[in-house]
């Protein structure tokens, strides 16, 4: 017997939902600034898959499935990137010195 590989998929993403979910509340503030750092870098790798799924395919034909969700892709994550970065600037100021007037 042979398991369907959209449930093999399907449950692999379940699984991981609940692993970052963990992960991602169990850390300490000193270690958010690293970890974001961490994350932009992941993200970046993701932008570089998702432009080669938005670009599969025929030329003649770029509303297919994997075009829409690699553009979709390339979105969330240039959203997370740019987001890692506001917060990572705005916690860093926070521990820079203000100067006296």
Do not use: C
Request: charged letters at 10%; zero cysteines.
């Amino acid at each position: 017997m042979e398991i369907d590989p959209f449930i093999f998929r399907l449950s692999i993403f379940i699984l991981s939902i609940f692993v970052g979910y963990y992960v991602v509340w169990s850390v300490t503030p000193s270690l958010h600034t690293p970890l974001m750092s961490v994350t932009n870098a992941i993200s970046s790798v993701i932008i570089v898959g998702a432009i080669i799924a938005a670009l599969a395919g025929a030329s003649d034909t770029i509303f297919e499935t994997s075009n829409i969700f690699g553009f979709l892709a390339i979105l969330l994550a240039a959203v997370n990137i740019f987001g890692g970065f506001l917060v990572t600037q705005r916690m860093l100021q926070m521990y820079k010195k203000k100067k006296n007037k």
